[in-house]
Protein backbone atom coordinates (compact mmCIF):
# COMPACT_ATOMS: atom_id res chain seq x y z
CA UNK A 1 0.00 0.00 0.00
CA UNK A 2 2.88 2.12 0.45
CA UNK A 3 3.93 1.93 -3.28
CA UNK A 4 0.37 2.64 -4.20
CA UNK A 5 -0.14 5.80 -2.35
CA UNK A 6 3.19 7.14 -3.19
CA UNK A 7 2.06 6.36 -7.21
CA UNK A 8 -1.21 8.48 -6.25
CA UNK A 9 1.63 11.04 -4.60
CA UNK A 10 3.67 11.63 -7.21
CA UNK A 11 0.88 11.72 -9.86
CA UNK A 12 -1.06 14.36 -8.19
CA UNK A 13 2.36 16.57 -7.31
CA UNK A 14 2.85 16.18 -11.22
CA UNK A 15 -0.72 17.61 -11.94
CA UNK A 16 0.11 20.24 -9.54
CA UNK A 17 2.61 21.46 -11.33
CA UNK A 18 0.35 21.12 -14.78
CA UNK A 19 -2.56 23.17 -13.98
CA UNK A 20 -2.57 26.44 -15.53
CA UNK A 21 -5.56 28.61 -17.23
CA UNK A 22 -6.78 27.65 -20.49
CA UNK A 23 -6.14 23.94 -19.59
CA UNK A 24 -9.16 21.52 -20.49
CA UNK A 25 -9.97 19.39 -17.07
CA UNK A 26 -9.37 16.30 -20.01
CA UNK A 27 -6.13 17.29 -20.01
CA UNK A 28 -5.70 16.24 -16.24
CA UNK A 29 -7.00 13.14 -17.24
CA UNK A 30 -5.02 12.02 -19.70
CA UNK A 31 -1.43 13.00 -17.51
CA UNK A 32 -2.74 11.10 -14.61
CA UNK A 33 -3.60 7.91 -16.48
CA UNK A 34 0.07 7.88 -18.31
CA UNK A 35 1.78 8.95 -15.28
CA UNK A 36 0.52 5.63 -13.48
CA UNK A 37 0.98 3.30 -15.91
CA UNK A 38 4.67 4.69 -16.08
CA UNK A 39 5.07 4.63 -12.22
CA UNK A 40 3.65 0.51 -12.60
CA UNK A 41 0.12 0.97 -11.36
CA UNK A 42 -3.25 0.62 -12.36
CA UNK A 43 -6.26 3.70 -11.87
CA UNK A 44 -8.30 2.80 -9.35
CA UNK A 45 -11.38 5.03 -10.58
CA UNK A 46 -11.43 4.36 -14.57
CA UNK A 47 -14.19 1.59 -14.73
CA UNK A 48 -15.14 1.79 -10.72
CA UNK A 49 -19.42 1.43 -10.72
CA UNK A 50 -19.09 3.21 -14.32
CA UNK A 51 -16.69 5.97 -13.74
CA UNK A 52 -15.49 6.79 -17.11
CA UNK A 53 -12.06 8.28 -16.55
CA UNK A 54 -9.00 7.67 -14.26
CA UNK A 55 -9.39 11.08 -12.27
CA UNK A 56 -11.68 13.41 -10.87
CA UNK A 57 -11.76 17.03 -11.31
CA UNK A 58 -13.89 19.20 -9.56
CA UNK A 59 -14.04 22.60 -9.80
CA UNK A 60 -15.34 25.32 -7.96
CA UNK A 61 -18.55 24.49 -6.08
CA UNK A 62 -18.19 21.17 -7.83
CA UNK A 63 -17.00 19.30 -4.34
CA UNK A 64 -16.21 15.58 -5.65
CA UNK A 65 -16.69 12.98 -8.64
CA UNK A 66 -16.46 15.94 -11.48
CA UNK A 67 -15.98 14.15 -14.42
CA UNK A 68 -12.91 15.34 -16.74
CA UNK A 69 -14.37 16.80 -20.46
CA UNK A 70 -13.96 19.76 -22.50
CA UNK A 71 -13.97 22.35 -19.66
CA UNK A 72 -11.31 24.74 -19.31
CA UNK A 73 -9.72 25.98 -16.65
CA UNK A 74 -9.85 29.75 -16.05
CA UNK A 75 -7.85 32.08 -13.38
CA UNK A 76 -9.09 32.20 -10.13
CA UNK A 77 -10.90 28.46 -10.19
CA UNK A 78 -10.01 26.78 -8.00
CA UNK A 79 -9.88 22.53 -8.71
CA UNK A 80 -10.26 19.49 -6.65
CA UNK A 81 -8.23 16.19 -8.24
CA UNK A 82 -9.17 12.78 -6.42
CA UNK A 83 -7.12 10.22 -7.52
CA UNK A 84 -6.65 6.05 -6.78
CA UNK A 85 -4.04 3.59 -8.03
CA UNK A 86 -3.49 0.09 -7.83
CA UNK A 87 -0.27 -1.43 -7.57
CA UNK A 88 0.62 -5.21 -6.53
CA UNK A 89 -3.80 -5.66 -5.80
CA UNK A 90 -3.04 -2.59 -3.36
CA UNK A 91 -4.55 0.44 -3.30
CA UNK A 92 -3.69 4.46 -2.85
CA UNK A 93 -6.59 7.37 -2.51
CA UNK A 94 -5.64 10.75 -2.00
CA UNK A 95 -6.69 14.64 -3.20
CA UNK A 96 -6.02 17.83 -3.15
CA UNK A 97 -7.40 21.13 -3.79
CA UNK A 98 -5.36 23.55 -6.52
CA UNK A 99 -5.72 27.27 -6.89
CA UNK A 100 -5.49 28.42 -10.87
CA UNK A 101 -3.31 31.61 -10.81
CA UNK A 102 -4.46 34.11 -8.33
CA UNK A 103 -7.68 33.38 -6.43
CA UNK A 104 -10.01 34.91 -3.91
CA UNK A 105 -9.35 35.66 -0.42
CA UNK A 106 -12.17 33.28 0.86
CA UNK A 107 -10.75 30.53 -1.82
CA UNK A 108 -7.38 30.66 -0.42
CA UNK A 109 -8.98 30.08 3.15
CA UNK A 110 -10.79 27.84 2.21
CA UNK A 111 -7.95 25.57 0.55
CA UNK A 112 -6.14 26.29 3.60
CA UNK A 113 -8.74 25.30 6.08
CA UNK A 114 -9.91 22.24 4.07
CA UNK A 115 -6.21 20.93 4.37
CA UNK A 116 -6.16 21.72 8.01
CA UNK A 117 -9.09 19.83 9.04
CA UNK A 118 -7.41 16.67 6.99
CA UNK A 119 -4.26 17.33 8.71
CA UNK A 120 -6.24 17.40 12.42
CA UNK A 121 -7.97 14.11 11.74
CA UNK A 122 -4.79 12.25 11.38
CA UNK A 123 -3.35 13.50 14.49
CA UNK A 124 -6.41 12.11 16.02
CA UNK A 125 -6.02 8.63 14.25
CA UNK A 126 -4.15 6.46 16.46
CA UNK A 127 -4.64 2.72 18.31
CA UNK A 128 -6.95 2.80 20.98
CA UNK A 129 -8.55 6.22 20.10
CA UNK A 130 -12.43 6.15 18.47
CA UNK A 131 -13.02 6.26 15.22
CA UNK A 132 -15.56 9.48 16.20
CA UNK A 133 -12.62 11.02 17.50
CA UNK A 134 -10.92 11.74 13.74
CA UNK A 135 -14.30 12.42 12.82
CA UNK A 136 -14.79 15.45 15.58
CA UNK A 137 -11.51 16.70 14.53
CA UNK A 138 -12.35 17.44 11.34
CA UNK A 139 -15.46 19.13 12.22
CA UNK A 140 -14.21 21.05 14.60
CA UNK A 141 -11.15 22.04 12.99
CA UNK A 142 -13.66 22.96 9.99
CA UNK A 143 -16.43 25.08 11.86
CA UNK A 144 -13.78 27.15 13.84
CA UNK A 145 -12.88 28.83 10.51
CA UNK A 146 -16.45 29.48 9.66
CA UNK A 147 -16.99 26.53 6.83
CA UNK A 148 -19.36 23.93 6.57
CA UNK A 149 -18.36 19.89 6.17
CA UNK A 150 -20.17 17.66 3.91
CA UNK A 151 -21.86 15.17 5.36
CA UNK A 152 -23.14 13.21 2.48
CA UNK A 153 -19.84 11.95 1.11
CA UNK A 154 -17.55 10.73 3.44
CA UNK A 155 -13.78 8.74 4.57
CA UNK A 156 -13.97 5.12 4.62
CA UNK A 157 -11.77 1.75 5.11
CA UNK A 158 -9.20 0.90 1.71
CA UNK A 159 -7.15 -1.81 1.46
CA UNK A 160 -7.16 -4.34 -1.39
CA UNK A 161 -10.54 -3.10 -2.37
CA UNK A 162 -11.06 1.19 -2.78
CA UNK A 163 -13.69 0.93 -0.45
CA UNK A 164 -14.08 -1.01 2.48
CA UNK A 165 -14.90 -0.79 6.07
CA UNK A 166 -15.55 1.57 8.29
CA UNK A 167 -17.48 4.58 6.74
CA UNK A 168 -15.06 7.53 8.39
CA UNK A 169 -17.68 10.82 8.84
CA UNK A 170 -16.07 14.19 8.60
CA UNK A 171 -18.61 15.16 11.57
CA UNK A 172 -19.00 13.53 14.97
CA UNK A 173 -18.51 13.05 18.97
CA UNK A 174 -15.36 12.34 20.40
CA UNK A 175 -14.72 8.79 22.29
CA UNK A 176 -17.71 7.24 20.16
CA UNK A 177 -17.84 4.74 17.34
CA UNK A 178 -15.29 1.64 16.82
CA UNK A 179 -11.75 1.21 18.43
CA UNK A 180 -9.15 2.25 16.08
CA UNK A 181 -6.64 -0.78 15.78
CA UNK A 182 -3.17 -1.06 14.84
CA UNK A 183 -2.70 -2.09 11.28
CA UNK A 184 -5.75 -0.40 9.93
CA UNK A 185 -5.99 1.59 6.72
CA UNK A 186 -8.03 4.37 6.07
CA UNK A 187 -8.59 6.83 3.17
CA UNK A 188 -10.01 10.53 5.40
CA UNK A 189 -11.26 13.18 2.80
CA UNK A 190 -12.73 16.38 4.38
CA UNK A 191 -15.03 18.11 2.14
CA UNK A 192 -15.61 22.03 3.20
CA UNK A 193 -18.01 24.30 1.87
CA UNK A 194 -18.00 28.09 1.98
CA UNK A 195 -21.48 27.99 2.48
CA UNK A 196 -24.05 25.58 3.34
CA UNK A 197 -22.99 21.85 3.86
CA UNK A 198 -26.11 20.55 1.17
CA UNK A 199 -25.32 18.90 -2.19
CA UNK A 200 -26.77 18.11 -5.09
CA UNK A 201 -25.99 15.86 -8.27
CA UNK A 202 -26.19 16.76 -11.85
CA UNK A 203 -27.56 15.08 -14.52
CA UNK A 204 -24.51 13.09 -15.05
CA UNK A 205 -25.03 11.16 -12.23
CA UNK A 206 -21.39 11.44 -10.74
CA UNK A 207 -20.80 15.07 -10.17
CA UNK A 208 -21.99 16.58 -6.69
CA UNK A 209 -22.10 20.08 -5.82
CA UNK A 210 -22.85 22.89 -3.47
CA UNK A 211 -27.01 23.16 -3.18
CA UNK A 212 -25.97 26.73 -3.01
CA UNK A 213 -23.36 27.31 -5.30
CA UNK A 214 -20.92 27.99 -2.92
CA UNK A 215 -16.81 27.10 -3.32
CA UNK A 216 -15.89 23.64 -2.09
CA UNK A 217 -12.22 21.72 -1.60
CA UNK A 218 -11.67 18.20 -0.62
CA UNK A 219 -8.29 16.92 0.53
CA UNK A 220 -7.41 13.20 1.10
CA UNK A 221 -4.61 10.62 2.65
CA UNK A 222 -4.32 7.07 2.79
CA UNK A 223 -2.90 6.32 6.46
CA UNK A 224 -2.34 3.55 8.59
CA UNK A 225 -2.87 3.22 12.27
CA UNK A 226 -0.09 2.77 14.38
CA UNK A 227 0.21 2.66 18.33
CA UNK A 228 1.68 6.32 17.99
CA UNK A 229 1.01 9.10 14.80
CA UNK A 230 -0.33 7.24 11.79
CA UNK A 231 1.93 6.61 9.37
CA UNK A 232 0.45 8.61 5.85
CA UNK A 233 0.88 6.03 3.03
CA UNK A 234 0.17 9.00 0.41
CA UNK A 235 2.98 10.55 0.05
CA UNK A 236 6.71 10.88 -2.24
Known sequence: MRQAGRIVAIVLEKLKEKIRPGMPTKELDIIAAREIERLGGKPSFKGYRGYPASLCVSVNDEIV???PGERVLAEGDIVSLDLGAIYM?????????????????QA???ITATEGALNA???????EARLGDISAAIQRFAESG???VVREYTGHG????????PLILNFGIPGTGPVLKKGMTL???PMLNAGDWHTKVDSDEWTVRTADGSLSAHFEHTIAITSS????????
Open 65 to 67: HGI
Open 89 to 105: GFQGDAAITVPVGEVSP
Open 108 to 110: KEL
Open 121 to 127: GIRSARA
Open 146 to 148: GFS
Open 158 to 165: IGRDMHEE
Open 187 to 189: ALE
Open 229 to 236: EAEVLTVI
